[in-house]
Nanobody, 117 residues
Framework: QVQLVESGGGLVQAGGSLRLSCAASGSISSFNSMGWYRQAPGKERELVASMSSVGRTNYADSAKGRFTISRDQNTVYLQMNSLKPEDTAVYYC?????????????WGQGTQVTVSS
């Protein structure tokens, strides 16, 4: 079992910044991936960014140039700059064993990000 605790969501004006954090604990394998997904009302959950334990990153096109994912061992961060109203969503942290973030894994409880225009 892996437990994920997220923090850092909130309300921000368009053009502003937020930093999300997610700390993993429990049965952590040394080879893993952590990432951030988001789900807006009426839309499917989508990958925003991920980073493996060996440093490989992956970004959605919508996140490139504005968001930066980083890790400090078992904590993953998402620095979000130049936020837009369309970034409004519940952001979920995910942990998977191995390097494939799309594989079955563990989810955080979600944190709301609201960007006002």
């Amino acid at each position: 079992q892996v437990q994920l605790v997220e923090s850092g969501g909130g309300l921000v004006q368009a053009g502003g910044s937020l930093r999300l954090s997610c700390a993993a604990s429990g049965s952590i394998s040394s080879f893993n991936s952590m990432g951030w997904y988001r789900q807006a009302p009426g839309k499917e959950r989508e990958l925003v960014a991920s980073m493996s334990s060996v440093g490989r990153t992956n970004y959605a096109d919508s996140a490139k140039g504005r968001f930066t994912i980083s890790r400090d061992q078992n904590t993953v961060y998402l620095q979000m700059n130049s936020l837009k109203p369309e970034d409004t969503a519940v952001y979920y942290c995910k942990w998977t064993a191995g390097i494939i973030i799309y594989a079955s894994g563990y989810w955080g409880q979600g944190t709301q990000v609201t960007v006002s225009s």
